[in-house]
């Protein structure tokens, strides 16, 4: 697809200088305001995915498979975060940036606490879902809104910042993990229960919302677009006016598919590290002597570690895409990306056997979580003001619906692959292989890229 004409006429995003010189203390206000809100956003979805495993072996009957039944709960989390994206991003739109980011953070961050309660899968499966629709939407209205308030020279480099801030979520999550873990193996809390701390933990990011109402305003690039374009009938935050408008559509479509690969590679495939750290370790740690008693602290403690490191990796992995889309393009910088990320985690998958090999967490880390701030940076350039948030969400959230089934599938392929394993480490190998086979996901964004233009060194399109 032929790159379309722009009419706004702006500094470009590339400008000579470092990208936040000159910033107001408001703007800086906003960006760390919508940097908060997605870092608590994922840290929350890290929480989940520590204690999912934990958690379905507390809430199943005996002989039920926690693995699979984890594979169900992260397929429901995910349709639920495609849902609330679809939803928020348009209402983001529609009705303003600022308030309905309020609102998304709220929503996960009640129904996070709520999951600590729950008294069996189904209940739990519930609340997953309920996060889900807050969790969606904050990533489109939270990009958005550092898109239409700071300036354009510095929009680059302040969304990928904010993508790269999100793993000291993920980051404190796996401090909370491993804090946990250790409580676990000292009998200080009861071991099995430390899922619930982690959930609880989980819903403090709601104060934030009395911080978001108190001060931010919407972006006054939104506001006078919305003044003017309902004066000569634009609609703002509308899905037919995405889909129904050639200019868009095909961006809106192929930014999907983009979308798509990073997110089933990461949440079909890479966010099951936790699955193989855990029994990898606890193999491990019997093998060493480790009373069976004290395995699921020091199986939760490693667990945790694995998540820092791992998001160690995504923070710097985020600043490097940055500076790469930066210097080369857009394009380029997610095509080599999308390699090294099928790269980084087929090796993953297939060579990680113990606590010396800790650093490949890192590897694939900023392999998969750098596509991430490609997205951040990229999506909302793609679409106008009246249809930012919205266009932003769609690629990054419908393709969740798709993205949902990765967790099925990686369920299914793992089951037909160990027909018939009887031994651990047969039943090992066959998830080894089910994630490094499903790995070839990351070539769809290879693909996708051919039908999107080049954005780098252009102002952000307007109708």
């Not at 969790?135 to 510095?154: I, M």
């Not at 099995?192 to 919302?209: D, E, I, Q, R």
């Not at 949440?267 to 590290?273: D, E, N, P, Q």
């Not at 967490?361 to 793609?382: D, R």
Request: glycine share 12%; charged share 15%.
């Amino acid at each position: 697809m032929a790159d379309l004409p722009r009419t706004q006429s702006s500094s470009s995003s590339a400008s000579s200088g470092v990208w936040y010189r000159g910033l107001t203390t408001y703007h800086w206000f906003v960006f760390t305001v919508a940097s908060l809100a997605w870092l608590f956003d994922c840290l929350d979805q890290q929480l989940f995915l520590l204690a999912r495993n934990s958690a379905m072996k507390s809430l199943l009957p005996p002989g039920m498979d926690p693995i699979m039944y984890g594979g169900y709960a992260t397929s429901i989390f995910v349709a639920g975060w495609a849902m609330g994206g679809l939803v928020f991003g348009s209402l983001g739109d529609r009705l303003g940036r600022a308030k309905m980011l309020a609102l998304t953070v709220l929503i996960y961050s009640v129904c996070t606490g709520l999951s600590a309660f729950s008294k069996g899968w189904i209940d739990f499966a519930i609340f997953r879902f309920l996060t889900g629709l807050g969790v969606g939407g904050v990533f489109g209205l939270a990009v958005a809104l550092v898109a239409d308030t700071l300036p354009d020279r510095s929009r680059t480099g302040a969304l990928g910042l904010l993508q790269a801030l999100s793993a000291v979520g993920n980051i404190t999550a796996g401090v909370v993990s491993m804090s946990l873990g250790h409580l676990e193996a000292i009998r200080t809390i009861e071991p099995g229960t430390a899922w619930k701390y982690m959930f609880l933990f989980g819903s403090v990011p709601a104060f934030l919302c009395v911080f978001i109402q108190l001060r931010l305003k919407e972006p006054e690039k939104w506001v006078q677009a919305r003044a003017a374009g309902k004066a000569i009938g634009v609609k703002f935050g509308s899905y037919g006016a995405l889909l129904g408008d050639v200019r868009w559509r095909g961006r809106a479509l192929a930014g999907m598919m983009l979308c798509v690969s990073g997110v089933i590679g990461l949440w079909g495939i890479g966010f099951f590290s936790p699955e193989l750290v855990g029994d990898v370790m606890a193999r491990s740690l019997l093998a060493d002597g480790v009373p069976e008693a004290e395995i699921a602290g020091h199986r939760t403690f490693w667990i945790g570690v694995n998540s820092i490191v791992q998001n160690i990796g995504a923070f710097f992995g985020c600043l490097l895409f940055t500076r790469v889309a930066q210097s080369i393009g857009r394009k380029p910088a997610f095509a080599i990306g999308f390699v090294a990320a099928m790269v980084a985690t087929v090796g993953y998958f297939q060579l990680f056997n113990g606590r010396g090999d800790i650093w490949m967490s890192a590897i694939m880390g900023a392999c998969q979580l750098s596509l991430f701030a490609g997205f951040a940076i990229y999506l909302p350039e793609l679409f106008p003001t009246s249809l930012r948030s919205t266009g932003t969400s769609f690629c990054y959230n419908v393709g969740r619906f798709l993205a949902a089934s990765g967790p099925f599938t990686l369920g299914s392929l793992q089951a037909m692959l160990k027909a018939g394993a009887i031994t651990p480490e047969a039943k090992l190998m066959a998830f080894r292989n089910a994630c490094s086979y499903m790995s070839v996901i990351f070539l769809v964004g290879l693909v996708a890229l051919a039908f999107l233009p080049e954005t780098r060194g252009q102002p952000l399109p307007e109708d």
